[in-house]
């Protein structure tokens, strides 16, 4: 039996959707190749949902422009989630994370929350980060300073007008790290650092569940960032086994906020 090592901070959650496997998912984070193919149109939701008081991005004196891991004197690590993808995949996988007491980060894409404006309470109602992965997940770092500023803002915007802030974490799209001027212009924005990660799962490659648990389980250890991506069935079939493994290392899975408070 797994043991729930944390309890939900929120509201009760809403039933998950059903694991999806198949149908055309979301592209990965690869520093190099095609940008993601772009989203379906935006549509306008029936009834506008009263907008969320979001936490603000924080900042963490102790902690570099750029950050790749927490505290590593302490058992906590983050599993951080590149938004875009199927919801119902994405639901699936929070809902999973929930079931082992787990609360997560999640980086979202602007189109993403424009064509699934529902999906920002989702995860704010789970007791989950939500954050900026620009606004078309496109190569950040590559763009001129008007352009890229463009893609930041664009996502920072859209996370205002959903949720009240323009969300807690900002992490470059196509690309771990930050260019000095990208990350420039995200301080400039409001964001007081940019979320690295110091292990990629590789999920995006589509390697299938087991192998995306050793990835993630031999390469992780206290104060760890993970990078994963919604929009994979294998990566929600994977997180049971992840979730377990941690909770038998004593390993807590928290939010980055979480990580660093």
């Known amino acids: 039996m797994v043991r729930v090592t944390t309890t939900d901070r929120r509201t009760a959650l809403r039933a998950g959707a059903g694991l999806v496997a198949g149908g055309a998912l979301a592209a990965g984070c690869a520093t190099t190749g095609p940008a ?20 603000a991005p924080r900042a963490f004196p102790r902690q570099p422009a750029q950050i790749t891991h927490g505290p590593r004197d302490r058992p906590r690590i983050a599993l951080t989630f590149h ?4 919801p119902k995949i994405a639901t699936a996988l929070l809902t999973e994370a929930e079931k082992h ?3 997560v980060t999640v980086l979202a894409v602007g189109t993403w929350l424009d064509t699934h404006p ?3 309470r989702r995860i ?18 590559t763009l001129s300073e008007a352009d890229a500023l463009a893609e930041i803002t664009g996502c920072a915007d859209r996370l205002k007008r959903l949720t009240g802030s323009i969300g807690t974490w900002f992490r470059p799209s196509r690309a771990p790290a930050a260019s000095p001027l990208v ?3 995200a301080h400039r924005v409001g964001y007081p650092h940019v979320l690295s990660y110091d292990v990629d799962s590789l999920d995006f490659t589509e390697p299938g569940a087991p192998a995306i648990t050793r990835k993630v389980l031999a390469e992780v250890r206290n ?4 990078s994963m991506h919604f929009g994979y069935a294998g990566t929600v079939a994977a997180l049971p086994a992840v979730l377990e493994e941690l909770d038998r290392r004593g390993l807590r899975a928290v939010t980055t906020t979480e990580l660093l408070s």
Not at 83 to 86: A, I, K
Not at 124 to 141: E, M, S, Y
Not at 223 to 226: E, K, L, R, T
């Open 124 to 141: 704010l109602d789970g007791g989950h980060d939500l954050g900026n992965h620009t606004q078309r997940h496109i190569a950040v770092n």
């Open 183 to 185: 990350e420039r212009l």
């Open 223 to 226: 104060g760890s960032v993970v």
């Open 101 to 103: 007491g787990a609360h």
């Open 36 to 55: 993601a193919p772009p989203d379906a149109p935006a549509r306008t939701p029936a009834a506008k949902a009263t907008p969320l008081t979001a936490p």
């Open 83 to 86: 938004g875009q993808g199927d």
């Open 118 to 120: 529902e999906m920002a």
